[in-house]
């Protein structure tokens, strides 16, 4: 008890409202075991990392609490550098983290070994840094782990959409082959038409999945 007291009144210090508190709390409940002087630290390192104000930084901190939980003060600057560099654009990964707080955090090895993993699909570095622009969460995807292995090989010899239209957004890619692969199977059983994109197999739930099929 004394310990979530001692983390709320630290986050409510730097002007985190209330309820956000508690969102965050529920969210990552981690945060409990954190000493205040250690968050109120780090609430400081995301406003100076990322070149927010106080304001700012306490909108990126409620909508990515985890950020908190990790070490960013150590693990923030080598990420933000390796993509400024990767990028080839000063600024980049401070650009990057602000559009998409998740992505802080990744450490800089991680994010390295999943776009290496893309590079060695045959993805030259001018693709890839136009396709993290549009999708920042695009460093998180490692197309080297067993599962997806078994995805890629679904994509090549079976799905009517490309690699790059699943990269498109994690969220087709990150639905699970089964689902992917059974919706699909459904569709053409009965010969209905394909979607122009994996949205519909990926982001519908089942019963407007259903809804739309009929």
């Known amino acids: 008890a004394a310990a979530a007291t001692a983390a709320s009144l630290s986050l409510q210090r730097h002007q985190v409202p209330v309820e956000q508190v ?8 981690t945060m409990l075991a954190l000493r205040p002087e250690l968050l109120s630290a780090r609430m400081v390192a995301l406003q100076q990392h990322l070149g927010l104000d106080a304001a700012a930084a306490v909108h990126i901190a409620i909508a ?12 923030l600057p080598p990420l933000l550098l390796f993509l400024d560099g990767y990028m080839r ?49 695009l460093p998180f995807i490692n197309l080297t782990s067993p599962l997806q292995r078994q995805k890629l090989e679904w994509i090549d010899r ?4 490309t690699l790059a239209e699943f990269l498109a957004s994690p969220r087709y890619f990150n639905a699970t082959t089964r689902r992917l692969a059974g ?32």
Not at 22 to 29: F, G, Y
């Open 64 to 75: 990515q609490p985890r950020l908190l939980t990790n070490k960013l003060e150590a693990s």
């Open 158 to 161: 079976v799905s009517p959409w």
């Open 183 to 214: 919706r699909l199977a459904f569709l053409r059983a009965f010969e209905l038409q394909e979607p122009p994109s994996p949205r519909m197999l990926a982001c519908t739930v089942d019963a407007e999945f259903v809804g739309l099929v009929r």
């Open 22 to 29: 508690a969102h965050m709390l529920l969210r990552q409940p």
């Open 89 to 137: 654009e000063a600024g980049a990964g401070r650009k990057l983290v602000r559009a998409r707080p998740a992505l802080g955090t990744l450490t800089a090895i991680a994010a390295e070994q999943n776009i290496g993993s893309l590079a060695a699909r045959g993805y030259k570095q001018k693709e890839i840094q136009t396709m993290i622009s549009k999708e920042p969460m």
